[in-house]
């Protein structure tokens, strides 16, 4: 919990370094506010709104969003790009800060589109412009998804926009990317990791004596020395960005080394040099506004008071430590409540339940402590799912290996039951013709003792007689033996198929995990390599990445049919934006087609409801899955032309919307048409060339689709390509003027 709250106060104040000397910010917005109401010309009045939109972005959030619209609006009119494209930027900072995260990454996509049109113009300085306000949007991206705990994305982010800043020899740039990744390494535990980017950030700092930088990355490595317990190489380290911030005056950065040192001391039970530092904080936070820093350092307070109440044995001092606690954890709320700060708000909840136990108002404490669990829950909800399906991936992958064995078993048995039944029946035959040979023969003497005297035509009579019946009792066994031997037949048949499936289910899954796993250890085994270069490293980090994913691609898969068939999959649904999925799968298979070499292909993207009003309420997730694998399955089977994908109404009065993903691929025939959406099925028609994949993507599709309420379908002709449609119900809300 505390590793979470520490991540992001890291990513919030170290993400974007600045320089000089840093002033009281209420005499900086004071000033500002002025200059804004003086301001004649719209120019200046866009780049006073983008300074007010910075400047109250921690204190004061809703303020800082609000300018920024207003800074948007006017730079739209006047068609500053420039200036429109720094102010999404300034809103999807906001945004993740606020936790609004679907919001941030809108407003960081929409700077790229805008900074992608300055890369195009013949202007250098404007060229420039653009690239750097793409890397920067690149970071911003990061930090959303890092919050939201999808790291190897997060790097991705990061490792794009340091490629930038390479090319536009953007060392602070750099030095952030590296910070920020050392962040993600320190997240994961992996803390060499995570010192070696920290002190790659620090190289770059020292050499362009960027003070404030280095403060930063003494201050995060002193971080790392601390959670392994390095106490004295901790506090060398605070001290030094200490030592920076008191150089420049930078009060912010102040506050943090003193609140850190606070920490350091109080896990080293030294809780009256840990007192001092705190208050030092709190008292240097308010007096600079940042109500971020208040609300962080009151829960240190209320914290190490709650802690102190617990050792103390004197009942009057153990009520006064409980009730400075008490306020400080409601002052606490009360800020992050007023900031928007989630985990903040959550951890103030706690500790105020622990001070009211402390207190013996139980009732009250419960009251906190149930909103504490309720916003914990919502928080971490998505972390407990991951941890559930990967428990239930493991029980359905045993539960199938237990099915194999015990269906192994019972064909053995089944094989053991014929060859008995096979020796019985013969056993029958021959006892019922000796059985039959006994009686005819007895009946025979029989009749030749006492019917001695019995004419010729009698006997012939009593022989035919015998005959007659011998040949109906031979049709019954013949019949008989028929309807066993065909019932052995069918037998054979299903456990002959029940093998393939398992043997080819087993082999199909074997060479799609080895794949990757093979390619995750070699690569692992070369990057040990202490003298492979730097940029080699990177090379091989980034296959690392891309295998791994690959590989935790086919496990979501077999974690959704599992799930499917066993029926547990659950759908979540909810209004959703089509143009926000549209254009996040427009990035990740842009880049995707670039790794795959496959340059020739145009990714187009055709949204015809724009100018329609309409609500979709379905799963987001489910319906990002479902075209996710559609444009995967059309790049993979296209070598040049296009792959599209796009959605319109295919009955307004039914209410249904059509989806669809088309390619100018491979195309099916007819008979591959009837079997593509059937389980483990890959078109392997080219012997020269093998496609990736396990032929589980479009099975799965097709039972999600039905599960949102909708039909799947596909449309192709041979060596023309393919079309998959797929319709999902709407509500109308009302018609456009």
């Known amino acids: 919990m505390k590793k979470n709250i520490i991540s992001i106060w890291l990513i919030l104040i170290f993400s974007c370094s600045i320089c000089g000397n840093i002033f009281s910010q209420k005499s900086i917005t004071d000033s500002l506010y002025i200059e ?45 790009k420039k200036e429109e494209a720094d102010l999404f930027n300034n809103l999807g900072n906001i945004n993740r800060d606020m936790g609004h995260y679907d919001q941030a990454i809108s407003s960081y996509q929409n700077a790229i589109e805008i900074f992608t049109e300055l890369t195009k113009s013949p202007n250098v300085y404007l060229n420039s412009i653009g690239k750097k306000g793409i890397a920067n949007s690149y970071k911003g991206l990061g930090s959303v998804v890092y919050m939201r705990g999808n790291y190897n994305f997060a790097i991705n982010y990061y490792q794009k926009a340091i490629r930038i800043f390479e090319e536009l020899d953007n060392t602070n740039g750099m030095a952030s990317c590296y910070n920020n990744i050392g962040m993600v390494h320190w997240k994961q535990d992996n803390y060499d990791r995570a010192i070696e980017y920290y002190k790659k950030a620090l190289v770059i700092n020292e050499k362009k004596d960027r003070k404030i930088g280095m403060a930063a990355c003494y201050n995060n490595i002193a971080i790392i020395y601390k959670s392994l317990r390095k106490y004295e190489l901790a506090i060398n380290h605070y001290q030094k960005s200490l030592a920076i911030c008191e150089e420049l005056g930078h009060q912010k950065g102040i506050a943090v080394c003193f609140n850190n040192i606070g920490k350091l001391y109080e896990e080293q ?22 109500k971020n820093g208040i609300a962080s350092t009151l829960g240190s307070l209320a914290g190490l008071n709650i802690t102190l109440a617990e050792l103390s044995d ?13 306020n400080y954890a409601t002052e606490d709320l009360k800020i992050a409540k007023e900031i928007g700060a989630l985990f903040l708000e959550m ?18 404490s419960l009251n906190y402590y149930k909103l504490h669990i309720e916003l914990k829950d919502s928080l971490f909800n998505k972390e407990k799912n991951e941890q559930i399906e990967e428990m239930e991936v493991k029980y359905q992958t045993e539960k199938k290996q237990l099915e194999i064995e015990n269906l192994e078993k019972k064909n053995l048995l089944k094989a053991v039951k014929l060859e008995k039944m096979q020796i019985r029946q013969i056993l029958s035959y021959g006892i019922i013709f000796v059985a039959v040979f006994i009686i005819i023969l007895l009946i025979i003497i029989r009749n030749k003792l006492r019917k001695k005297n019995e004419t010729i035509f009698e006997q012939n009579e009593e022989i035919r007689t015998q005959k007659d019946e011998l040949e109906t009792h031979r049709n019954h066994l013949e019949k008989l033996v028929d309807e066993r031997t065909k019932d052995l037949k069918i037998a054979k048949e299903k456990a002959e198929e029940s093998d393939r499936l398992k043997s080819a289910f087993l082999s199909n899954m074997s060479h799609e995990i080895r794949t990757p796993m093979n390619a995750i250890v070699g690569f ?23 295998n791994s994913d690959t590989l935790l691609h086919l496990i979501d898969d077999i974690i959704d049919l599992s799930k499917i068939e066993s029926g547990q999959l659950k759908i979540d649904k909810r209004e959703c934006k089509i143009d926000t999925i549209f254009n996040l799968l427009f990035e990740i298979f842009n880049e995707r087609k670039d790794i795959l070499s496959k340059n020739k292909i145009n990714i187009i993207v055709n949204n015809k409801l724009k100018n329609e009003q309409f609500k979709l309420v379905t799963d987001p997730i489910r319906l990002q899955q479902i075209l996710s694998n559609l444009i995967d399955n059309a790049l993979k089977f296209t070598e040049k032309g296009f792959v599209e994908y796009g959605c319109s109404f295919s009955d307004k009065n039914d209410q249904k919307l059509t989806f669809y993903v088309k390619d100018t691929g491979i195309g099916l025939s007819p008979d591959q048409q009837g079997q593509i959406f059937n389980r483990f099925n890959k078109i392997e028609e080219d012997k020269r060339k093998l496609y990736r994949g396990a032929g589980l993507g479009l099975s799965i599709s097709k039972n999600l689709v039905e599960l949102l309420g909708g039909k799947l379908w596909v449309e192709s002709e041979k060596d023309k390509g393919s079309a998959f449609y797929f319709t999902l119900p709407f509500t109308k809300l009302a018609k456009m003027k």
């Open 269 to 290: 039970k030294k809780y009256s040099s840990a007192l001092n530092y705190y208050q030092k904080a709190l008292n240097l936070r308010r007096q600079i506004g940042d």
């Open 524 to 546: 692992s085994s070369l990057i040990t390599d202490p003298d492979l270069p730097v940029k080699q490293k990177d090379e091989i980090s980034y296959h690392i990445n891309r």
């Open 347 to 364: 951890e103030a909840y706690n500790l105020i339940s622990e001070s009211l136990t402390g207190l013996r108002k139980f009732e009250e």
């Open 314 to 326: 004197n009942n009057e001092e153990k009520y006064e430590k409980y009730v400075k606690a008490f």
């Open 36 to 80: 804004l109401q003086k301001a004649d010309e719209d120019t200046n009045k866009v780049n006073i709104l983008i300074d007010l939109s910075l400047e109250l972005q921690h204190s004061y959030p809703d303020s800082a969003i609000n300018y920024a619209k207003k800074g948007l609006s006017l730079a739209k009119r006047l068609n500053y």
